[in-house]
């Protein structure tokens, strides 16, 4: 079975920064892209970054300047660096990764539990 355990959430006042971690493990063969996303009380989930296994980087407009995200594929773990956070930033975050088990299986996507993530005006 495949996990993605997310760490580094929190509460912080505005303009604070925050680093959050997401560790895949279990019967991996391949990962492929792996992202964070957030969805926030009374939204829809919303893409926040996301990286190719090349290091290739997006990311929504609002965190562009202000996030990044980076990986270490050794370790099938990837981070978000949040930085000049912002109260509308408030949001349970969430690590999505595109994994093969198997050489010959079908690339699918795994998602972490979540993690709080909280800023204070």
């Known amino acids: 079975q495949v996990q993605l355990v997310e760490s580094g959430g929190g509460f912080v006042q505005a303009g604070g920064s925050l680093r959050l971690s997401c560790a895949a493990s279990?019967?991996?063969?391949?990962?492929?892209?792996m992202a964070w996303y957030r969805q926030a009380p009374g939204k829809q989930r919303e893409l926040v970054a996301s990286?190719?296994?090349?290091?290739?980087?997006n990311y929504a407009d609002p965190e562009k300047g202000r996030f990044t995200i980076s990986r270490d594929n050794a370790k099938n773990t990837v981070f978000l660096q949040m930085n000049s956070l912002k109260p509308e930033d408030t949001a349970v975050y969430y690590c999505?990764?595109?994994?093969?088990?198997?050489?010959?299986?079908?690339?699918?996507?795994?998602w972490g539990q979540g993690t709080q993530v909280t800023v204070s005006a």
């Open positions: 999505s990764a595109e994994i093969k088990v198997t050489r010959f299986s079908s690339i699918m996507d795994y």
């Open positions: 279990g019967l991996i063969f391949s990962v492929y892209d």
């Open positions: 990286i190719t296994g090349s290091l290739s980087t």
